[in-house]
T-cell receptor, first 113, second 113 residues
């Protein structure tokens, strides 16, 4: 069974479009995260939710909006996509709030044309 | 802002050799973690070392932590082709509402048979 899953794995879209990436974890974890990995493999936290509540909201454009319908899901919606949004987006989860081991999804490679 | 810096950026060795990667960070930490990322995959947690620990082992992995120098090293002994991957250190970073992992840029390890 996949612990942290993301869909889709690949997303190719035009500038200006709106797209969503879904994430689900079946580990029973309380905390979920979204990271962005750029072309140089630099990985940066975007958002963190604990028990469906937003905990961390890094300096990302407000075109990015996370939504957590329940503890097991954290989706990422992106409006008005720009070329610079092209990256790999990773969802992750951890047992609880704090900085222990995180479990990562396989990533979603977003390409904006 | 980026917390960890791995060194070297890239490392190529032969199977059976040892691989050492270093990580330096800037601020005080509670713990430091190492993750592995295979090409096109998500990150996998390898080991966590707490700030009051100096050394930790897990199988062929040995991690050291020197908080006075704000540095850590990851040693992989008797490397295998399957160890080919990018390796990242991650430290806990302070945010207004909590903490999150801050990743370095990673070391790309190539092990040839």
């Amino acid at each position: 069974d996949t612990a942290v899953s993301q869909t889709p794995k690949y997303l190719v879209t035009q500038m200006g479009n709106d797209k969503s990436i879904k994430c689900e974890q079946n580990l029973g974890h309380d905390t979920m995260y979204w990271y962005k990995q750029d072309s140089k493999k630099f990985l940066k936290i975007m958002f963190s939710y604990n028990n469906k509540e937003l905990i961390i909201n890094e300096t990302v454009p407000n075109r990015f909006s996370p939504k957590s319908p329940d503890k097991a899901h954290l989706n990422l919606h992106i409006n008005s996509l720009e070329l610079g949004d092209s990256a790999v987006y990773f969802c992750a989860s951890s047992q609880d709030w704090g900085v222990g081991e995180q479990f990562f999804g396989p990533g979603t490679r977003l390409t904006v044309l | 802002s980026q917390q960890g810096e791995e060194d070297p950026q890239a490392l190529s060795i032969q199977e059976g050799e040892n691989a050492t990667m270093n990580c330096s960070y800037k601020t005080s930490i509670n713990n430091l973690q190492w993750y592995r990322q295979n090409s096109g995959r998500g990150l996998v947690h390898l080991i966590l070392i707490r700030s009051n620990e100096r050394e930790k082992h897990s199988g062929r992995l040995r991690v050291t932590l020197d908080t006075s120098k704000k540095s850590s090293s990851l040693l992989i002994t008797a490397s295998r082709a399957a160890d080919t991957a990018s390796y990242f250190c991650a430290t806990d970073g302070a945010h207004q509402a909590g903490t999150a992992l801050i990743f370095g840029k990673g070391t790309t390890l190539s092990v040839s048979s």
